[in-house]
């Protein structure tokens, strides 16, 4: 914990300095890169690249999330319990497919942009989330259940105020997954001219310019580290709150 | 009054609860007594519908529940399990209100209502309002799964095993305090227990079921005394039968003129607990008292006498 909250701030701002004033880190990068080239990534501005790598992520795992969560709720109804073999089916292979075979299959149906880079980081963000939150669902104390419909809550109810409440804490360990998992995947996007980070770590890579591998590189990490971070935080102050730690 | 007519439940090709009828009056305890598998909770289920019955029905206060939605009809009828149930992301608070706010209460006469009944089972509303159950001890937690359940002034109470998951000496305590409050409230309960010690000490009246059916229901004493069949003369067990009559006989029916030695024990107190006091104490009489003042002893002898009347 101490250790934190010294850490903790120390990275925002080495993150803040990378992305806001590049031109600081010259002296750092500049044994990095080869002869005469350009030690910081200048063709767009790194936060406008970080805004809508953001972007991507959030969008893609706000609708995986949404898709997954729905999912779930259906297949842990008796309704939709035969269903439940076959969605973990399609969720799986969502996983199991190469984020860049997606781009490469989505490419043509979608054209170049965001729209593959989207496809491919909304399927691998099922999983995690779908699998959790089943779990979640699944394993909920059977007293607190079979009180909550002896007590008279109808079926939404109970889904509202009881399962989904209770299920909370397990579901956003299964988006605080698909996050970092988006994060680090869309720089992939960058190869079908999605604006991502990856952008940088791209270029460095076709001219042989370590410094931008390392630029691009460095910040995508960083990203992923305090994002997830700040989601294991939300996860012990909602557990504190709710009193279900 | 509630009437339970000709219940049945088949599962498959076995008999859960086989042709159960009975009466239960307002106001009073039934206890539903019966070893595992004998239907004790299946018929109890059938009564707030979380299972439904393959044939007959069950009237409270006249009306067929069939007639009402059933998570309608669960809002009207109190409901509390073993292992409390409460839900661990609400305050006390909130589980207590539970039902009146489904109910459409005003929140200041939930607040009210959850106060009193805090207050009712010895916690201090200020202190325990606000916490999450899992702040709680076990018989805190049981006290309010069954303030929960009484919450809306139900027409009938139901538990299932409330007391299954406390230790012996809370348990005791619980079933005092249940007893108290019922008395109280003049609740209607049914409460299912695989113990027939609990049945003896908390029912008006006992259901033994064995093998689905209802093998007899009357009064402890009777169930006691005059044990229908054998599997009931079991449950009740031959050598605690004297000690179980004189549990349920009060000091005051044999109370006697006359001086005793001794510390004095309130009229209240039961024979067992007179004769234990006797043979630890080497005492021939203990002296009985009403309010603080003596009014007489109760002896070894007439204790034995009123034992030997069942034998």
Redesign the interface.
């Known amino acids: 914990m101490k250790v934190g909250t010294i850490l903790r701030p120390a990275l925002v701002l080495l993150l803040l300095a990378l992305v806001l004033r590049p031109e600081w880190f010259a002296p750092v990068f500049a044994p990095l890169a080869p002869q005469g080239a350009p030690v910081i990534y200048e063709r767009s501005s790194l936060l406008s690249l970080s805004l809508s790598h953001l972007g991507l992520v959030a969008a893609a795992t706000a609708a995986a999330t949404l898709i997954a969560v729905a999912l779930a709720i259906f297949v842990t109804r008796p309704a939709g319990a035969a269903f439940r073999p076959l969605s973990r089916t399609i969720t799986n292979m969502g996983q199991t497919f190469p984020p860049v075979a997606v781009l490469a299959l989505a490419v043509p149906v979608l054209g170049f942009g965001a729209g593959p880079t989207l496809v491919a980081l909304f399927l691998y963000g099922l999983l995690p989330i779908f699998e959790n939150t089943v779990t979640a669902l699944t394993t909920l104390?059977p007293?607190?259940?079979?009180?909550?419909?002896?007590?008279?809550?109808?079926r939404w109810?109970r889904l509202l105020?009881?399962e989904l409440?209770?299920a909370l804490l397990v579901m956003l360990t299964g988006i605080r997954l698909s996050v970092v998992i988006a994060l680090g995947t869309a720089t992939i996007g960058s190869t079908v001219a999605a604006r991502t980070l990856g952008e940088v770590i791209i270029a460095g890579l076709l001219t042989n310019n370590t410094a931008f591998v390392l630029q691009g590189g460095l910040i995508v990490g960083l990203f992923a580290v305090l994002i997830y971070d700040a989601l294991v935080q939300l996860e012990a102050w909602l557990a504190r709150r709710?009193?279900?730690? | 009054m509630i009437e339970i007519d000709d219940l049945t439940k088949i599962y498959g090709d076995a008999t859960a609860v086989d042709h159960v009828t009975m009466t239960v009056e307002t106001g009073t305890i039934t206890v539903i007594v019966g070893t595992s598998g004998s239907g004790k909770t299946t018929l109890l289920r059938m009564i707030?519908r979380?299972e439904e019955p393959t044939s007959g029905e069950v009237r409270i206060n006249g009306e067929s529940t069939l007639a009402t939605k059933p998570?309608?009809?669960?809002?009207?009828i109190g409901?509390a399990?073993?292992?409390?149930?409460?839900?661990?992301?609400h305050?006390v608070a909130r589980n207590i209100g539970?039902?009146p706010q489904?109910l459409g209460w005003e929140r200041d006469k939930i607040r009210a209502r959850v106060d009193e009944l805090l207050s009712l089972f010895s916690m201090e509303p200020a202190a325990f309002r606000s916490r999450?159950?899992?702040?709680l001890s076990g018989g805190q937690q049981q006290r309010v799964?069954v303030a929960?359940?009484l919450a809306s002034r139900p027409d009938l109470l139901?538990m299932d095993e409330p007391f299954g998951a406390l230790d012996p000496i809370i348990r005791a305590r619980a079933q005092d305090d249940l007893r108290r409050i019922q008395r109280q409230l003049g609740s209607t309960i049914m409460l299912v227990t695989h113990d027939m010690e609990e049945a003896i000490r908390l029912g008006d009246m006992v259901a033994v079921m064995d093998g689905g059916k209802l093998v007899q229901y009357a009064t402890p004493a009777e169930i006691i005394a005059e044990p229908a069949t054998p599997f009931v003369a079991e449950m009740v067990g031959d050598v605690e039968r004297p000690l179980r009559l004189l549990s349920l006989i009060p000091l005051s029916e044999l109370v006697e003129d006359g001086e005793a030695e001794g510390a004095a024990m309130p009229a209240g107190a039961s024979l067992r607990d007179a004769l234990a006091a006797c043979l630890w104490t080497g005492r021939s009489a203990v002296p009985v008292e009403k309010d603080g003042a003596t009014i007489g002893r109760v002896t070894f002898a007439a204790i034995r006498a009123r034992a030997e009347l069942h034998a």
């Open positions: 104390p007293a607190t259940m079979e009180a909550a419909r002896g007590i008279g809550l109808n109810q105020r009881v409440p209770l709710t009193g279900t730690s | 707030n979380l998570h309608l009809l669960r809002r009207r409901y399990i073993q292992g409390h149930g409460l839900f661990p992301h305050t539970a039902v489904l999450y159950p899992a702040e799964g929960r359940a139901l």
